[in-house]
């Protein structure tokens, strides 16, 4: 059983940053591939970013790639998404998620993650 504790969600305006955090529990963490992913209101979640077990691979939507930043430090068990440059189609609540299938590559795919933590809020004011 993975517990996963999303953190660092708020309201800002258009054009600040904000770095959320997910936290997670379960002795194997490094071998986890871990992703973001969103869901704004009255839409379906949404692929953001994925990062390998190691770190060494990352894969971005289109819609935040160059602004959104995935990383991961597996001493403190911990997956971060920088955001810079935030915009109003941004706002969304996001969701850690992790795959605990061993992969060498990360996979953008919601059906492919079997844990998830319970979400941030993020606003973004124009």
């Known amino acids: 059983q993975v517990q996963l504790v999303e953190s660092g969600g708020g309201l800002v305006q258009a054009g600040d940053s904000l770095r959320l955090s997910c936290a997670a529990s379960?002795?194997?963490?490094?071998?986890?591939?871990m992703g973001w992913f969103r869901q704004a209101p009255g839409k379906e979640r949404v692929f953001v970013s994925t990062?390998?077990?190691?770190?060494?691979?990352?894969i971005y939507a289109d819609s935040v790639k160059g602004r959104f930043t995935i990383s991961r430090d597996n001493a403190k068990s911990t997956v971060y998404l920088q955001m810079n440059s935030l915009k109003p189609e941004d706002t969304a609540v996001y969701y850690c998620?992790?795959?605990?299938?061993?992969?060498?590559?990360?996979?953008?795919?919601?059906?492919?993650?079997?844990?998830w933590g319970q979400g941030t809020q993020v606003t973004v004011s124009s």
């Open positions: 990062i390998s077990w190691s770190g060494s691979r990352t």
């Open positions: 379960g002795r194997t963490f490094n071998s986890y591939v």
């Open positions: 998620a992790a795959d605990t299938t061993v992969r060498v590559v990360p996979l953008p795919h919601a059906a492919m993650y079997d844990f």
